[in-house]
């Protein structure tokens, strides 16, 4: 795919990142997607001018499918089992057993991560590390996004025993010759085909999903930004959402996409502080740094608090009424139960820090400031069908 990137001498700099560094990890669609919203774009282009020109690089049909996307699936949140997970046949169950076979193939991304074929081919991405605030949080938020009806991969909490890993991972060498990784994540992709021209969406394309066409209503894709605040989803850049056709088996050309859904690929640095440089420790469950972040950026007003990342889409997002009251209506539908589950099989008693409690009182800390912030989208009054501003994704 040839692509000509736009013209950045308009662009303030103030320690944005250039085109040609930044696509050393991420396609060319990305790399113009992120840094036109990750560096302040010229005022007098709007957000539908910069994505009108970024539009004809993928496939009519692709976007004809994100403007008639959908992005929440109604749900009975109160019946969910979050500690379960999502009914999956190919699932684990937490702290599961899993023997694999180190497979040698790079993998996006900068965390620590292996493939590894779990057996007749079933080859499994691996997160791994007790430093790695990935391996917690990543499950907490799937585990929400899904409780309450929004669209992520599944992530499932083991124990792999990976043969032929390189010493390098730092896995505990065991008699079989395995090493064996604690804590580990498996992840399982939400099923459905996707566009190969399909580089993911940024935030700022919500704005072009029609409700009249069929797409989500303004309160879904309100809900789903001020999740993401409430997550504190640092690492937002386009690949890292879905476009995918739920009616349709995996495919790299989706036959008529009758159901298309937009949804969270990588949720991994969140539960901390969003930050411009993505930083794992600072992102990635954190107790203190997503305790002392408020939902809210102002005391009043309805602008989200979600510092810019250098390849982020979405920053200090406004939100409507109508978003802030349907997330305000699906997050009290958690019951303490659900939410101590969220923590505990995020196994966030393992991800502390000087000074934190320990075992389960950090995981009562962890559901205390979760019980806070639900009560700052629950207070909050916003004006209805407002959360359009210029320069906000």
């Keep these: 795919m040839n692509l000509q990137l736009p013209n950045f001498k308009k662009v303030g700099v103030g320690g944005c990142p250039s085109p040609r560094r930044a696509g050393v990890l991420m396609g060319p669609v990305s790399v113009a997607l992120s840094l036109l919203w990750a560096c302040s774009a010229p005022a007098t282009d709007s957000r539908t001018d910069i994505l009108e020109r970024l539009r004809p690089q993928v496939s009519p049909a692709r976007n004809e499918a994100l403007r008639r996307a959908a992005v929440w699936t109604a749900t009975h949140v109160e019946a969910v089992d979050i500690r379960r997970g999502p009914s999956d046949p190919d699932g684990f169950a937490f702290l599961a057993n899993v023997d694999c076979e180190y497979v040698d193939e790079p993998l996006s991304g900068h965390s620590l991560k292996f493939a590894c074929d779990a057996g007749n081919g079933d080859i499994v991405k691996v997160k791994f590390g007790e430093a790695n605030g990935e391996v917690y949080g990543e499950v907490a938020a799937t585990r929400l996004l899904w409780a309450l009806g929004f669209g992520a991969d599944r992530m499932y909490p083991v124990r792999v025993s990976c043969h032929g890993c390189p010493s390098r991972f730092g896995g505990v060498p065991s008699p079989s010759g395995a090493s064996t990784f604690d804590p580990a994540v498996v992840e399982r992709s939400m099923a459905g085909a996707r566009f190969e021209d399909d580089p993911g969406w ?192």
């Design 202 to 393: 940024s935030w700022p394309e919500l704005e072009l999903v029609d409700e009249e066409g069929g797409g989500a209503p303004r309160a879904h894709r309100d809900a789903l930004k001020l999740l993401a605040v409430f997550l504190q989803h640092s690492d937002n850049k386009t690949e890292q959402q879905r476009l995918l056709c739920v009616d349709e088996p995996l495919s790299p050309r989706p036959e008529r996409c009758a159901r298309p859904f937009l949804m969270l690929d990588d949720v991994g640095l969140t539960f901390g502080r969003a930050n411009f440089v993505n930083n794992n420790a600072v992102a990635g469950a954190n107790l203190e740094r997503w305790s002392r972040t408020p939902v809210w950026k102002d005391a009043s007003g309805c602008i989200g608090n979600l510092p810019r990342s250098f390849t982020g889409t979405l920053s200090n997002p406004p939100i409507s009424e109508e978003g802030r009251q349907f997330l305000a209506d699906l997050l009290l539908r958690l019951s303490p139960r659900q939410i101590q589950d969220l923590f505990e099989i995020g196994r966030f008693d393992l991800r502390q820090s000087a000074g934190e409690a320990e075992g389960d009182g950090v995981i009562d800390e962890w559901v205390r400031i979760f019980n806070r912030k639900r009560d700052e989208v629950v207070t909050r009054r916003c004006q209805r069908g407002s959360s359009r501003t210029p320069g906000n994704g």
